[in-house]
């Protein structure tokens, strides 16, 4: 092991050598001496010197970068993310994944950068999925380059599933309905159906039964028959407000089966509450008597009116009331006789001329 490691420094004091310049010598020997680190990385490998070997990888990436050899700079950078998850710091492997996928797609090869980026994703992708995340988005932008439907809409899933783990519900909707885009153009009507059944989770997940219904009928024409019908029980079973409907929905062999992640979302919904409103009954209740006491009320008021008029006997309740009517012109009738005062004050007047 000492024999590796004394090898690869010899390497390495070769590589410098090869970087210095003199009187006769201008320009640094870039790619002699990023040879010479690619030794020195290969026999620290050897020995398992990750930490040493990750920085002759770098030290051969800029001296390949520096001469333009950017597909050989990426190789460098990639086989250093080796190095780092070894090391256990993912933190490096996310940033050398972007260096290398960089250099991939300057150098016109979109299709190792994406490969890159997948590695790269499918390393942190367990112990920091909110890491993978913008690698497999980066992914799928650099195959659509290409128009690879197909491997972007493989990219956008996996970006799908682990919002869905991380609870970002929001954005997994977003990366739902881009999978479908690309599912719609090659028109893989089963694929579009299943993202049906997810997008109705996501949104009922989001407390958002509208959406969820308008999701489902806009694409339920790609769901075959029993996810239309486990569909429109969990629907009918949130828009109810029927818990019993919807956990009957939710525990239907076709959710169990989808993908863990998605299984687990149908798990921890959380289901409707059947809610009562005792406020609505007790007016009802309290109405009824009251409705029962007007008829006794407006008969004894049809009883006194007569009686208060003094013209039929008390004990009649069959006397009309309107009869009461033609005795109020009695008044007018009246009228005339006051014309009689003046009338006799002129005779009076008169007989005392006389």
Known sequence: MSSKKEEALSHIKEAEKHLKTSFLKWKPDLDSAADEYNKAATCYKTVRAYAECRDALSKAANCYQQNRSLFAAAKCYEQ??????????????????ERAAQLYQQ??????????????????????????????????????????????????????????????YDEAVSAALREMGYQQEMEDAAQCGRLTVVLVLLHLARDDVVAARKAFDEWGT????????????????????????????????????????????????????????????????????AAADLPAQFGSVSVSEPAAAGQDDPGDTDAPAPAAAPAEPAAPAAAPAEPAGPADDDDEYSGGLC
């Not at 250093?80 to 994944?97: F, N, P, Q, R």
């Open 222 to 289: 790609y769901c075959e028959r029993e996810e239309v019908a486990t569909l429109t029980t969990l629907l009918e079973g949130y828009e109810d407000e029927d818990p019993e409907l919807a956990r009957r929905a939710l525990n239907s062999s076709f959710i169990k089966h989808m993908d863990i992640d998605y299984a687990k979302l149908a798990k921890s919904l959380k289901l409707p509450e059947q809610t009562v409103n005792p406020v609505k009954e007790a007016p009802a209740a309290s109405t009824e008597p």
């Open 80 to 97: 250093g993310i080796l190095m780092s998850k070894e090391l256990g710091d993912l933190a490096t492997v996310v940033t050398l994944c």
């Open 107 to 168: 150098h016109g090869s979109p299709e190792s950068a994406a490969q890159c980026l997948e590695k790269a994703a499918k390393i942190v992708e367990t112990p920091r999925p909110a890491d993978a995340v913008p690698l497999y988005q980066r992914a799928a932008d650099v195959v659509m380059l290409e128009d690879r439907q197909r491997t972007a809409a493989n990219y956008v899933s996996k970006v799908c599933r682990l919002l869905v783990r991380l609870g970002r």
